[in-house]
Protein backbone atom coordinates (compact mmCIF):
# COMPACT_ATOMS: atom_id res chain seq x y z
CA UNK A 1 0.00 0.00 0.00
CA UNK A 2 2.49 2.71 -1.56
CA UNK A 3 1.00 6.19 -1.01
CA UNK A 4 2.26 9.29 -1.48
CA UNK A 5 3.95 10.20 1.68
CA UNK A 6 5.65 13.28 3.01
CA UNK A 7 9.13 13.63 3.43
CA UNK A 8 9.79 14.12 7.44
CA UNK A 9 10.91 17.37 7.07
CA UNK A 10 7.43 18.27 5.18
CA UNK A 11 5.14 17.09 7.75
CA UNK A 12 7.41 19.35 10.14
CA UNK A 13 6.58 22.25 7.90
CA UNK A 14 2.37 21.48 7.50
CA UNK A 15 2.01 21.88 11.11
CA UNK A 16 2.73 25.65 10.52
CA UNK A 17 -0.40 27.45 8.95
CA UNK A 18 0.35 30.18 6.51
CA UNK A 19 1.36 32.89 8.51
CA UNK A 20 2.62 31.44 11.40
CA UNK A 21 6.22 31.50 12.62
CA UNK A 22 6.23 30.06 15.97
CA UNK A 23 4.02 27.49 18.42
CA UNK A 24 3.97 26.08 21.62
CA UNK A 25 5.83 22.86 21.86
CA UNK A 26 2.35 21.20 22.69
CA UNK A 27 0.56 22.43 20.41
CA UNK A 28 3.10 21.43 17.56
CA UNK A 29 3.39 17.84 19.24
CA UNK A 30 -0.58 17.69 19.34
CA UNK A 31 -0.85 18.80 15.45
CA UNK A 32 2.21 16.47 14.23
CA UNK A 33 0.54 13.65 15.88
CA UNK A 34 -2.66 14.58 14.16
CA UNK A 35 -0.81 14.75 10.71
CA UNK A 36 1.03 11.65 11.17
CA UNK A 37 -1.65 9.59 11.55
CA UNK A 38 -3.10 11.06 8.27
CA UNK A 39 -0.05 9.89 6.47
CA UNK A 40 -0.75 6.42 8.61
CA UNK A 41 2.61 6.88 10.72
CA UNK A 42 1.88 5.56 14.08
CA UNK A 43 4.78 7.52 15.78
CA UNK A 44 5.03 9.74 19.05
CA UNK A 45 4.45 13.61 18.47
CA UNK A 46 7.28 14.45 20.73
CA UNK A 47 10.05 11.82 19.60
CA UNK A 48 8.79 12.93 15.73
CA UNK A 49 9.68 16.10 16.78
CA UNK A 50 12.99 15.88 18.76
CA UNK A 51 13.97 13.79 15.81
CA UNK A 52 13.10 16.95 13.23
CA UNK A 53 15.05 19.38 15.33
CA UNK A 54 18.38 17.66 15.10
CA UNK A 55 18.26 17.03 11.01
CA UNK A 56 20.85 19.34 9.44
CA UNK A 57 18.55 22.40 7.69
CA UNK A 58 15.60 21.64 9.80
CA UNK A 59 13.04 23.87 9.18
CA UNK A 60 12.46 24.59 13.00
CA UNK A 61 14.61 25.12 15.98
CA UNK A 62 13.97 25.51 19.61
CA UNK A 63 12.84 29.20 20.37
CA UNK A 64 13.36 31.43 23.19
CA UNK A 65 12.70 28.66 25.76
CA UNK A 66 11.94 25.00 25.23
CA UNK A 67 8.39 24.93 25.13
CA UNK A 68 8.42 27.48 21.53
CA UNK A 69 9.11 25.99 18.44
CA UNK A 70 9.90 28.28 15.96
CA UNK A 71 10.35 28.05 11.99
CA UNK A 72 13.78 28.76 10.76
CA UNK A 73 13.18 30.10 7.75
CA UNK A 74 14.46 34.18 7.11
CA UNK A 75 12.47 35.54 4.27
CA UNK A 76 14.48 35.91 0.92
CA UNK A 77 13.90 37.26 -3.10
CA UNK A 78 14.84 34.01 -4.11
CA UNK A 79 12.56 31.89 -2.17
CA UNK A 80 10.03 34.54 -3.35
CA UNK A 81 11.17 33.83 -6.73
CA UNK A 82 11.25 30.26 -7.06
CA UNK A 83 7.93 30.05 -5.13
CA UNK A 84 6.34 32.01 -7.75
CA UNK A 85 7.89 29.53 -10.37
CA UNK A 86 6.35 26.42 -8.97
CA UNK A 87 3.00 28.13 -8.54
CA UNK A 88 3.10 29.88 -12.27
CA UNK A 89 4.12 26.26 -13.56
CA UNK A 90 1.59 24.63 -11.49
CA UNK A 91 4.02 21.46 -11.05
CA UNK A 92 6.71 20.25 -9.09
CA UNK A 93 9.89 20.59 -10.16
CA UNK A 94 13.62 19.04 -9.27
CA UNK A 95 16.20 21.90 -7.36
CA UNK A 96 18.09 21.52 -10.52
CA UNK A 97 15.18 23.49 -12.88
CA UNK A 98 14.87 26.00 -9.95
CA UNK A 99 18.13 26.72 -9.44
CA UNK A 100 18.28 26.87 -13.65
CA UNK A 101 15.29 29.20 -13.81
CA UNK A 102 16.08 31.31 -10.96
CA UNK A 103 20.09 31.37 -12.71
CA UNK A 104 17.92 33.07 -15.62
CA UNK A 105 16.08 35.58 -13.73
CA UNK A 106 18.59 36.98 -11.39
CA UNK A 107 21.93 37.80 -11.18
CA UNK A 108 22.62 35.67 -8.59
CA UNK A 109 25.37 32.42 -9.34
CA UNK A 110 25.00 29.03 -8.87
CA UNK A 111 26.85 28.93 -5.69
CA UNK A 112 24.86 31.30 -3.95
CA UNK A 113 21.69 30.14 -5.11
CA UNK A 114 23.30 26.72 -4.10
CA UNK A 115 24.23 28.19 -0.76
CA UNK A 116 20.84 30.66 0.25
CA UNK A 117 18.59 28.51 -1.35
CA UNK A 118 17.50 26.20 1.36
CA UNK A 119 14.20 24.56 0.75
CA UNK A 120 14.17 22.64 3.46
CA UNK A 121 13.86 25.44 5.47
CA UNK A 122 11.02 26.85 3.93
CA UNK A 123 7.76 26.26 5.08
CA UNK A 124 6.20 26.59 1.21
CA UNK A 125 8.06 23.96 0.10
CA UNK A 126 7.34 20.60 0.43
CA UNK A 127 8.43 16.95 -0.87
CA UNK A 128 6.99 13.68 -1.15
CA UNK A 129 9.04 10.29 -0.17
CA UNK A 130 10.86 8.52 -3.09
CA UNK A 131 10.40 12.10 -4.98
CA UNK A 132 13.13 14.68 -5.75
CA UNK A 133 11.01 17.30 -6.96
CA UNK A 134 9.68 20.20 -4.98
CA UNK A 135 5.79 20.93 -4.35
CA UNK A 136 4.03 23.94 -2.84
CA UNK A 137 2.84 22.96 0.61
CA UNK A 138 -0.63 24.63 -0.50
CA UNK A 139 -1.24 21.82 -3.24
CA UNK A 140 -3.56 19.56 -2.30
CA UNK A 141 -3.41 15.75 -2.77
CA UNK A 142 -5.92 14.49 -5.86
CA UNK A 143 -5.15 10.94 -5.64
CA UNK A 144 -7.98 9.79 -3.29
CA UNK A 145 -10.41 11.38 -4.58
CA UNK A 146 -9.64 10.48 -8.37
CA UNK A 147 -9.34 6.66 -7.36
CA UNK A 148 -12.57 6.98 -5.26
CA UNK A 149 -14.39 8.80 -8.31
CA UNK A 150 -12.83 6.10 -10.75
CA UNK A 151 -13.89 2.82 -8.58
CA UNK A 152 -17.28 4.40 -8.57
CA UNK A 153 -17.52 5.03 -12.26
CA UNK A 154 -16.09 1.95 -12.87
CA UNK A 155 -13.54 3.20 -14.77
CA UNK A 156 -10.13 1.21 -15.03
CA UNK A 157 -8.37 3.26 -17.58
CA UNK A 158 -8.06 7.28 -17.73
CA UNK A 159 -6.49 8.98 -20.74
CA UNK A 160 -4.15 11.47 -18.99
CA UNK A 161 -5.41 13.83 -21.88
CA UNK A 162 -8.95 13.80 -20.13
CA UNK A 163 -6.98 14.56 -16.45
CA UNK A 164 -7.64 18.14 -16.16
CA UNK A 165 -11.28 17.53 -17.22
CA UNK A 166 -12.01 14.67 -15.34
CA UNK A 167 -10.63 16.68 -12.16
CA UNK A 168 -12.72 19.86 -12.20
CA UNK A 169 -15.79 18.69 -14.20
CA UNK A 170 -16.27 15.29 -12.82
CA UNK A 171 -15.10 14.74 -9.56
CA UNK A 172 -15.02 19.08 -9.01
CA UNK A 173 -11.68 19.73 -7.87
CA UNK A 174 -10.09 23.25 -8.86
CA UNK A 175 -6.79 22.22 -11.04
CA UNK A 176 -4.81 24.96 -9.39
CA UNK A 177 -5.30 23.86 -5.76
CA UNK A 178 -5.06 20.11 -6.32
CA UNK A 179 -2.44 18.23 -7.91
CA UNK A 180 -2.33 14.00 -8.91
CA UNK A 181 0.32 11.66 -8.00
CA UNK A 182 -0.17 8.23 -9.93
CA UNK A 183 3.60 7.71 -9.47
CA UNK A 184 3.90 7.40 -6.25
CA UNK A 185 0.75 5.45 -5.56
CA UNK A 186 0.45 1.91 -5.64
CA UNK A 187 -3.56 2.29 -6.96
CA UNK A 188 -2.63 3.59 -10.14
CA UNK A 189 -0.27 2.26 -12.68
CA UNK A 190 0.59 4.85 -14.93
CA UNK A 191 1.25 3.60 -18.69
CA UNK A 192 1.73 5.44 -22.37
CA UNK A 193 -1.07 8.20 -21.75
CA UNK A 194 -3.21 7.16 -19.67
CA UNK A 195 -3.34 6.10 -16.18
CA UNK A 196 -4.91 2.69 -15.09
CA UNK A 197 -6.27 1.35 -11.80
CA UNK A 198 -4.06 -1.11 -10.10
CA UNK A 199 -6.34 -3.20 -7.91
CA UNK A 200 -8.03 -6.10 -9.99
CA UNK A 201 -10.51 -6.81 -7.12
CA UNK A 202 -13.77 -5.28 -7.03
CA UNK A 203 -14.15 -1.83 -6.37
CA UNK A 204 -17.28 -1.92 -4.36
CA UNK A 205 -17.27 -3.30 -1.55
CA UNK A 206 -13.83 -3.76 -0.03
CA UNK A 207 -12.15 -0.97 -1.31
CA UNK A 208 -15.20 0.93 -1.18
CA UNK A 209 -14.93 0.38 2.76
CA UNK A 210 -11.66 1.24 2.89
CA UNK A 211 -11.71 4.63 0.81
CA UNK A 212 -14.38 5.26 3.27
CA UNK A 213 -12.52 4.85 5.90
CA UNK A 214 -9.68 6.60 4.15
CA UNK A 215 -11.79 9.62 3.80
CA UNK A 216 -13.45 9.81 6.93
CA UNK A 217 -9.56 10.07 8.10
CA UNK A 218 -8.76 12.67 5.93
CA UNK A 219 -11.62 14.12 7.60
CA UNK A 220 -9.93 14.17 10.89
CA UNK A 221 -7.16 15.41 9.53
CA UNK A 222 -8.30 18.48 7.52
CA UNK A 223 -10.19 19.40 10.38
CA UNK A 224 -6.90 19.33 12.66
CA UNK A 225 -4.75 20.66 10.65
CA UNK A 226 -6.13 20.85 6.20
CA UNK A 227 -3.58 18.75 4.77
CA UNK A 228 -2.31 19.79 1.75
CA UNK A 229 -1.71 16.56 -1.03
CA UNK A 230 0.21 17.25 -4.02
CA UNK A 231 -1.68 17.01 -7.37
CA UNK A 232 -0.27 15.58 -10.46
CA UNK A 233 2.55 16.50 -12.03
CA UNK A 234 0.53 15.71 -15.81
CA UNK A 235 -1.70 18.97 -15.00
CA UNK A 236 -0.90 21.07 -17.34
CA UNK A 237 -2.00 18.79 -20.30
CA UNK A 238 -4.91 20.26 -22.59
CA UNK A 239 -8.20 19.31 -22.17
CA UNK A 240 -10.14 17.33 -24.63
CA UNK A 241 -14.06 17.29 -24.80
CA UNK A 242 -15.05 13.64 -24.31
CA UNK A 243 -17.60 14.24 -21.65
CA UNK A 244 -21.19 14.12 -21.32
CA UNK A 245 -22.15 17.44 -22.46
CA UNK A 246 -25.84 16.93 -20.76
CA UNK A 247 -23.91 16.47 -17.35
CA UNK A 248 -21.92 19.20 -18.35
CA UNK A 249 -24.26 21.52 -19.44
CA UNK A 250 -26.13 21.13 -15.44
CA UNK A 251 -22.66 21.56 -13.90
CA UNK A 252 -22.23 25.04 -15.63
CA UNK A 253 -25.83 26.30 -14.90
CA UNK A 254 -25.48 24.89 -10.88
CA UNK A 255 -22.03 27.03 -10.79
CA UNK A 256 -23.40 29.68 -12.40
CA UNK A 257 -26.77 29.54 -9.56
CA UNK A 258 -24.09 29.39 -7.23
CA UNK A 259 -22.13 32.69 -8.36
CA UNK A 260 -25.29 34.61 -8.57
CA UNK A 261 -26.68 33.78 -5.41
CA UNK A 262 -23.46 34.22 -3.89
CA UNK A 263 -23.79 38.15 -5.44
CA UNK A 264 -26.37 38.39 -3.80
CA UNK A 265 -25.38 37.36 -0.75
CA UNK A 266 -22.31 39.95 -0.84
CA UNK A 267 -24.83 42.71 -1.86
CA UNK A 268 -27.05 41.87 1.03
CA UNK A 269 -24.33 42.13 3.51
CA UNK A 270 -23.51 45.40 2.10
CA UNK A 271 -26.76 46.61 3.26
CA UNK A 272 -26.69 45.63 6.07
CA UNK A 273 -23.27 47.66 6.54
CA UNK A 274 -24.96 50.59 4.93
CA UNK A 275 -27.20 51.00 8.13
CA UNK A 276 -24.11 51.19 10.26
CA UNK A 277 -22.60 53.83 8.24
CA UNK A 278 -25.93 55.72 8.11
CA UNK A 279 -25.56 55.74 11.37
CA UNK A 280 -22.36 57.11 12.03
CA UNK A 281 -22.65 59.54 9.20
CA UNK A 282 -26.02 60.99 11.08
CA UNK A 283 -24.43 61.15 14.41
CA UNK A 284 -21.95 63.37 12.34
CA UNK A 285 -24.57 65.03 10.63
CA UNK A 286 -22.94 64.21 7.25
CA UNK A 287 -25.98 64.80 5.14
CA UNK A 288 -23.72 64.40 1.73
CA UNK A 289 -22.55 61.24 2.73
CA UNK A 290 -25.69 59.53 3.80
CA UNK A 291 -26.91 60.94 0.25
CA UNK A 292 -24.22 58.82 -1.48
CA UNK A 293 -24.87 56.12 0.78
CA UNK A 294 -28.82 56.11 -0.63
CA UNK A 295 -27.29 56.25 -4.14
CA UNK A 296 -24.73 53.40 -3.42
CA UNK A 297 -28.06 51.48 -2.17
CA UNK A 298 -30.63 52.16 -4.74
CA UNK A 299 -27.62 50.98 -7.48
CA UNK A 300 -27.07 47.67 -5.55
CA UNK A 301 -31.12 47.43 -5.06
CA UNK A 302 -31.33 47.44 -9.02
CA UNK A 303 -28.82 44.78 -9.32
CA UNK A 304 -30.38 42.66 -7.06
CA UNK A 305 -33.18 42.89 -8.62
CA UNK A 306 -31.43 42.39 -12.18
CA UNK A 307 -29.81 38.95 -10.55
CA UNK A 308 -33.24 37.65 -8.94
CA UNK A 309 -34.60 38.08 -12.77
CA UNK A 310 -31.73 36.12 -13.93
CA UNK A 311 -32.11 33.48 -11.80
CA UNK A 312 -35.67 33.36 -12.03
CA UNK A 313 -35.06 33.04 -15.92
CA UNK A 314 -32.36 30.71 -15.67
CA UNK A 315 -34.92 28.19 -13.53
CA UNK A 316 -37.20 28.12 -15.85
CA UNK A 317 -35.21 26.38 -18.32
CA UNK B 1 -52.09 67.05 51.21
CA UNK B 2 -50.82 66.98 47.77
CA UNK B 3 -52.38 70.44 46.25
CA UNK B 4 -50.24 71.90 49.22
CA UNK B 5 -47.43 70.83 47.92
CA UNK B 6 -45.82 72.18 45.47
CA UNK B 7 -45.80 70.55 41.57
CA UNK B 8 -41.86 70.61 41.59
CA UNK B 9 -39.83 69.90 44.40
CA UNK B 10 -37.34 72.48 44.45
CA UNK B 11 -34.57 70.07 46.29
CA UNK B 12 -34.98 68.10 43.51
CA UNK B 13 -34.58 70.27 40.33
CA UNK B 14 -31.64 69.26 38.94
CA UNK B 15 -32.38 66.04 38.87
CA UNK B 16 -34.89 66.71 37.31
CA UNK B 17 -33.18 68.58 34.60
CA UNK B 18 -31.04 65.67 34.31
CA UNK B 19 -34.23 63.33 33.95
CA UNK B 20 -35.55 65.33 30.75
CA UNK B 21 -31.69 65.14 29.70
CA UNK B 22 -31.77 61.44 29.45
CA UNK B 23 -35.22 61.27 27.87
CA UNK B 24 -33.61 63.57 24.88
CA UNK B 25 -30.70 61.14 25.03
CA UNK B 26 -33.18 58.35 24.70
CA UNK B 27 -35.10 60.22 21.63
CA UNK B 28 -31.36 60.83 20.07
CA UNK B 29 -31.30 56.78 19.82
CA UNK B 30 -34.77 56.59 18.62
CA UNK B 31 -33.58 58.95 15.78
CA UNK B 32 -31.22 56.83 14.88
CA UNK B 33 -32.64 53.54 14.26
CA UNK B 34 -35.92 55.78 12.64
CA UNK B 35 -33.19 56.62 10.68
CA UNK B 36 -31.79 53.31 9.42
CA UNK B 37 -35.43 52.19 8.53
CA UNK B 38 -36.12 55.67 6.61
CA UNK B 39 -33.04 54.66 4.53
CA UNK B 40 -33.99 51.76 3.82
CA UNK B 41 -37.19 52.86 2.37
CA UNK B 42 -34.75 55.38 0.18
CA UNK B 43 -36.77 58.44 2.28
CA UNK B 44 -33.42 61.05 1.34
CA UNK B 45 -35.79 64.20 3.02
CA UNK B 46 -37.16 62.94 5.46
CA UNK B 47 -33.91 61.83 6.88
CA UNK B 48 -32.83 65.37 6.48
CA UNK B 49 -35.50 66.34 9.11
CA UNK B 50 -34.42 64.12 11.16
CA UNK B 51 -31.13 65.04 11.43
CA UNK B 52 -32.56 68.66 12.16
CA UNK B 53 -34.53 67.09 14.90
CA UNK B 54 -31.29 66.04 16.14
CA UNK B 55 -29.61 69.21 15.87
CA UNK B 56 -31.75 70.68 18.10
CA UNK B 57 -31.56 68.43 20.37
CA UNK B 58 -28.29 68.08 20.58
CA UNK B 59 -28.10 71.64 21.24
CA UNK B 60 -30.30 71.45 23.32
CA UNK B 61 -29.06 68.98 25.56
CA UNK B 62 -25.75 71.32 25.65
CA UNK B 63 -27.72 74.09 27.34
CA UNK B 64 -29.23 72.25 29.43
CA UNK B 65 -26.10 70.63 30.76
CA UNK B 66 -24.41 73.80 30.93
CA UNK B 67 -26.98 74.99 33.10
CA UNK B 68 -26.74 72.09 35.78
CA UNK B 69 -23.01 72.21 35.91
CA UNK B 70 -23.11 76.50 36.04
CA UNK B 71 -26.43 76.40 38.77
CA UNK B 72 -25.46 73.03 40.81
CA UNK B 73 -22.51 73.80 42.65
CA UNK B 74 -23.54 77.05 43.61
CA UNK B 75 -25.10 75.75 47.02
CA UNK B 76 -25.90 78.85 48.43
CA UNK B 77 -28.59 79.23 45.90
CA UNK B 78 -30.21 75.89 47.62
CA UNK B 79 -33.60 76.57 49.51
CA UNK B 80 -32.88 73.37 51.84
Keep these: MRRPTYTITSIMKKVFRPGERSLSRSEVTERLEAGLRAAGLAEDGEAFLAKVLTIPNSPVRIGRTEAIIELVHQPHQLFDLAYRYLRDAHAPKTMEQISLELRRRTNFSWNQIARILILEKDPRFVRY ?131 LRQALTLLESRNQEMGQEVVSHFQQSDMQAIAALMKEKQHNDQVVLGIKQVLASLNQQ | MKEIMPSIDLTQRFDLLREIIAIYRTRLTQLEAKVISLFEANELEAIADSMREKERIEQRIKKLEQFVSQWEGQGDFRID
Aim: proline share 7%; charged share 25%.
Design chain 1, 129 to 259: EADERWFLAEWKLANDHVYEYLARMGVKVLPLRALVHTLEQEIGLSPREYIFLPELDDRFQVESGAVRIRSAEPPVPASGAASAAEATAEDEAAAAMEPPQPTGSQLSLEDDCVMNTTAEKINVQKEVDAL
